[in-house]
């Protein structure tokens, strides 16, 4: 059984920073590209970031320079980690796996930027 599993969300101030995790079971994590989703109140959900099977990143130009995306194989975890975040940051955050045609999503994490 294939699991995603978010964590680390919450609440900060802004100008703060929060590090997400996703924890992945039941793939072959190395094999996967993954990607962190958001999807703020009233809103589409957005593309935030990717990496690569081979550690090659890109980002949404809103989190560009404040974000960065790594992944640690050995450990089948993915993370964002988030620094001088806004209030427009806030969102709930999904992982997703992709692997040519399958993919898979985790439940989602909330974020909440507020003083």
């Known amino acids: 059984q294939v699991q995603l599993v978010e964590s680390g969300g919450g609440l900060v101030q802004p100008g703060g920073s929060l590090r997400l995790s996703c924890a992945a079971s039941g793939i072959i994590f190395s094999l996967y590209t993954m990607r962190w989703y958001r999807q703020a109140p009233g809103k589409q959900r957005e593309l935030v970031a990717v990496?690569?099977?081979?550690?090659?990143?890109n980002y949404a130009d809103s989190v560009k320079g404040r974000f960065a995306i790594s992944r640690d194989n050995a450990k089948s975890t993915l993370y964002l980690q988030m620094n001088s975040l806004k209030p427009e940051d806030t969102a709930v955050y999904y992982c997703?796996?992709?692997?040519?045609?399958?993919?898979?999503w985790g439940q989602g994490t909330q974020v909440t930027v507020s003083s």
């Open positions: 997703k796996a992709e692997q040519l045609s399958t993919t898979y």
């Open positions: 990496i690569s099977t081979g550690r090659i990143t």
